[in-house]
């Protein structure tokens, strides 16, 4: 049975701060929708109604293009370990760049990790649990060492300039807003 909050009580609290992975969905009014696994250590929660989200240089960037046109986002985690649980957290999103504020006043909270491209803040409007009883049991191994291993060898010279030729645009040819 679904349940609903306004904001995040502190036993979804600690729930997230447990997981190791969770999924962006995003969607523009045309176009393909979104949906991105995360991992590393790149969630934080700011407060009950706020959430941040470091996002790493990848294939794509889908979601900076789908928030630039519309803001809404739907963060959703699984418990793929201990009692069946998912929870969505729904909201609206602003993305920073490392030459704005936000990005200095947030980037402390996270590790220094190579490739870091935008910082995501999300207002959660609503959180939604449900039953989870069809998510399979997966057990943790650890953090895949790829994407840091190649963000270390390319330097930030090299990062940019593959940012700029393969995360500029999405699939779709919208404007990611990434600086140049």
Same mark, same amino acid.
């Given at each position: 049975?679904?349940?609903?909050?306004?904001? +995040?009580?502190?036993?979804?609290? /600690?729930? +997230?701060?447990?997981?190791?992975?969770?999924?962006?969905?995003?969607?523009?009014?045309?176009?393909?929708?979104?949906?991105?696994?995360?991992?590393? /250590?790149?969630?934080?929660?700011? /407060?009950?109604?706020?959430?941040?989200?470091?996002?790493?240089? !990848?294939?794509?960037?889908?979601?900076?293009?789908?928030?630039?046109?519309?803001? &809404?986002?739907? +963060?959703? #985690? @699984?418990?793929?370990? =201990?009692?069946?649980?998912?929870?969505?957290?729904? =909201?609206?999103?602003?993305?920073?760049?490392?030459?704005?504020?936000?990005?200095?006043?947030?980037?402390?909270? #996270?590790?220094?990790?190579? !490739?870091?491209?935008?910082?995501?803040?999300?207002?959660?409007?609503? +959180?939604?649990?449900? @039953?989870?009883?069809?998510?399979? #049991?997966?057990?943790?191994?650890?953090? &895949?060492?790829?994407?840091?291993?190649?963000?270390?060898?390319? !330097?930030?010279?090299?990062?940019?300039?593959? &940012?700029?030729?393969?995360?500029?645009?999405?699939?779709? =040819?919208?404007?990611? !807003?990434?600086?140049?």
């Amino acid at each position: 049975m679904a349940k609903f909050y306004t904001e +995040i009580p502190e036993a979804l609290k /600690d729930f +997230i701060q447990k997981q190791h992975i969770f999924f962006v969905g995003t969607a523009a009014a045309s176009g393909t929708v979104n949906v991105s696994p995360k991992g590393m /250590d790149t969630f934080r929660i700011l /407060d009950k109604n706020r959430v941040l989200w470091l996002n790493l240089t !990848g294939s794509g960037n889908e979601t900076a293009a789908h928030l630039l046109q519309n803001n &809404r986002i739907t +963060i959703m #985690f @699984c418990a793929f370990e =201990g009692k069946p649980l998912i929870l969505r957290l729904y =909201g609206n999103a602003n993305v920073y760049h490392q030459q704005d504020s936000e990005w200095q006043n947030y980037i402390n909270l #996270f590790p220094k990790i190579a !490739g870091s491209r935008q910082l995501i803040e999300i207002n959660i409007d609503k +959180i939604q649990t449900s @039953c989870g009883y069809a998510v399979p #049991f997966l057990g943790y191994v650890g953090e &895949r060492e790829q994407l840091q291993n190649w963000a270390n060898k390319q !330097g930030e010279d090299r990062l940019k300039k593959y &940012r700029e030729e393969k995360n500029s645009l999405s699939i779709d =040819g919208f404007d990611t !807003g990434l600086p140049s």
